[in-house]
């Protein structure tokens, strides 16, 4: 069965942009914790990044439930990965691979996951990180971003990003596009979460909120002298 | 193909926890179009003595996945051998929710209390999406909530405190959305077990504009 075409798959409950870079010693991911529905910003703490296995995180833009059962996908694989017990772990690129395939046979059924999925992950010292879409395009690259954040964000990283930043640096780089973000998408709130994963692990943080500048003289009075326009 | 906001569900409902449950409440309008067609409806049901739960949207789609949810949940209460969790009644909504979801129109929150979790509440928007949160709203009432919701819940409410705030607030949607309105019904489920209230006509808060009954002052 399942021959029923589904064209009527809307998105409900949305994430926005994820940013994902990668810095010397792994992978760092971003997002913020909104679930808007419409234009409202619905729910204020829904976490986007999950951490998939021991070596690899994940992070989605879009549909939240579709988020959700991806997750329960990607957890059914690593445990029966490691039922086999055989000394050997999926690692980032395999689970790309997975992905992919998922998001693309979804596609040709007409029935998308609507997601954007940013993976990122390290295994032997190979670092990854890659975004597969909605309808299956997927790549792999030293800075990605979905959503608003291939507009406001990967602009920034092409300018900024450079071979083998410390931890420090990758992380104020992504705090600086998280605030364009929180400034100019409707959809992002001032709630963030980040993860990072290297070989000795995976860490998401707890959520954290950024400090916000309206102090620009030019916004005190913008209309002066030109009343109407704003 | 854009994402509706929040429309259609013509209700309001909600859930909070508090320390030893949770309380949930609902109006008790249902329209058809323009017209009432029921005036004192119970949109809080009833999935096992120590689950309940809130339905928006569709009445046909939201009893009907009650209906499937009460059934499975008697079938493993019996070959578990012990009360289901909340858990276990919101994620087999979810998955009804989630597997149907080009078919259905059901914006659901599942409350109860077990003894592993305590009181617990989940809510189930439409998509299928399933959310653990300390209080949930839904139906086209909830959006005249959101403002009064930030500012004056607080963790940690007594019993009484959290139900007067679940009063206080399905009013509140009441006055400003049309399609909501009627009585007020909670039920507060903690480990002792369920327990059905009504609130309604004077027992209701004012609010703006708004005046208690009184005599016509011709007739004075």
Redesign the interface.
Known sequence: MGSVV?C???????GSSVLGIKYKDGILLASDTA??????V??K??ERLKRIGDNTILGASG???DF??ITNLLDELITEDWMWDDGNKLGPFEIHNYLNRVMYNRRNKFDPLWNSLVLGGIKKGKKYLGMVSMIGVHFQDNHVATGFGNHLARPIFRDEWKEDMTLEEGVKLLEKCLLVLFYRDRSAINKFQMANVTEGGITITEPFALKVNWELEAFRNPTKGAEGSW | ??????HGPYTTIMAVEYNGGVILGADSRTTTGVYVANRASDKITQLTDNVYLCRSGSAADTQVVSDYVRYFLNQHTIQLGREATVKTAATLV?ELA?QN??FLQAGMIVAGWDKYDGGSVY?V???????R?PFATGGSGS?YL?GFLDQAWRPHMSKDEAERFVVKSIALAIARDGASGGVVRTVTVNEHGAERNFFAGDKLPLFHEEIPPGRNSLLA
């Open positions: 589904r009527d798959r809307y998105p409900y409950v949305t679930g808007c529905y419409g234009s409202t619905r729910y703490s829904v549909e939240i439930s959700q059962a | 193909m854009d994402a509706h906001g929040p979810k989630y979801k080009s809510a928007p439409l998509g299928g999406t399933l959310l949160l959006s959101y």
